[in-house]
Nanobody
Framework: QVQLVESGGGLVQAGDSLTLSCKGS????????VGWFRQAPGKEREFVAV????????SYEDSVKGRFAISKDSAKNTVYLQMNILRPEDTAIYYCAADPTILTAPLSVDANDYDYWGQGTQVTVYS
C-alpha cells in the first residue's frame, strides 16, 4: 500500500510561485512513478506532470512546460512540484498520484493508470 499526503497549496497572485509537496509512505512508494494532476471547478481532472521512479524521466502538460518543474527527494520520500509564473487558469485542486506499474517512458498521463491518490491541495491564483 501507498499513502500520499499533499501540502503547499495556497492563495497567490498571478506571477507568483508555489511549491507543492507530495509525501509518500509505504514500502511501495520508492518503486512508484509519481504524477501531479489537477481539477478545476466544473472541469475534468487533468494531467500536469509526472516523474519516473528513478527520477530520470519527466513529462509535462503543454501549458505548464517552462513554468513548472517536478522533482523528487528519495531520502525524504517526497515529490515536489515547483510552480512559477502562476496564472489564474492554474487555479485548481492539485492531486499527487502514484503507481508501481508505470515503469518506462513514455510515462502515463492517464489518471486511470494511477492506483494511489492523495487528498489534494487547493491552489488559487488571482489576477
Amino acid at each position: 500500500q501507498v499513502q500520499l499526503v499533499e501540502s503547499g497549496g495556497g492563495l497567490v497572485q498571478a506571477g507568483d510561485s508555489l511549491t507543492l509537496s507530495c509525501k509518500g509512505s509505504g514500502y511501495m512508494f520508492s518503486r512508484c512513478a509519481v504524477g501531479w494532476f489537477r481539477q478545476a471547478p466544473g472541469k475534468e481532472r487533468e494531467f500536469v506532470a509526472v516523474i519516473s521512479r528513478n527520477g530520470r524521466s519527466t513529462s509535462y502538460e503543454d501549458s505548464v512546460k517552462g513554468r513548472f518543474a517536478i522533482s523528487k527527494d528519495s531520502a525524504k520520500n517526497t515529490v515536489y512540484l515547483q510552480m512559477n509564473i502562476l496564472r489564474p487558469e492554474d487555479t485548481a485542486i492539485y492531486y499527487c498520484a502514484a503507481d508501481p506499474t508505470i515503469l518506462t517512458a513514455p510515462l502515463s498521463v492517464d489518471a486511470n493508470d494511477y492506483d494511489y491518490w492523495g487528498q489534494g491541495t487547493q491552489v488559487t491564483v488571482y489576477s
